[in-house]
């Protein structure tokens, strides 16, 4: 999952089902589509969100589709 998570920041690539619930701050979603071991790596993405990711590629859908629309920091750095 870090190759789409880093495509999804650098380029604005979509996010899988999993991941958009993960960006999307919805924890119920986030588990119902998670494998096992994304699972059991649930506290990793919300470190990662909360350290990593840009503010304003999570915490809502309307914010992912914003950054895909943008295409990532590679639309901002343009």
């Not at 789409?4 to 589509?33: C, I, M, Q, S, W």
């Not at 699972?39 to 309307?62: F, R, T």
Request: glycine content about 10%.
């Amino acid at each position: 999952m870090q190759e789409p998570a880093r495509k999804y920041v650098e380029e604005g690539r979509h996010p899988g089902d999993f991941l958009t619930a993960v960006l999307a701050n919805n924890l119920v979603e986030a588990f119902g589509r998670a494998d096992s071991k994304n699972q059991d790596h649930m506290q990793d993405w919300v470190i990662w969100l909360y350290n990593e990711c840009p503010g304003g590629a999570w915490g809502s859908e309307k914010r992912i589709k914003e950054w895909v629309a943008q295409r990532g920091l590679k639309g901002i750095e343009q």
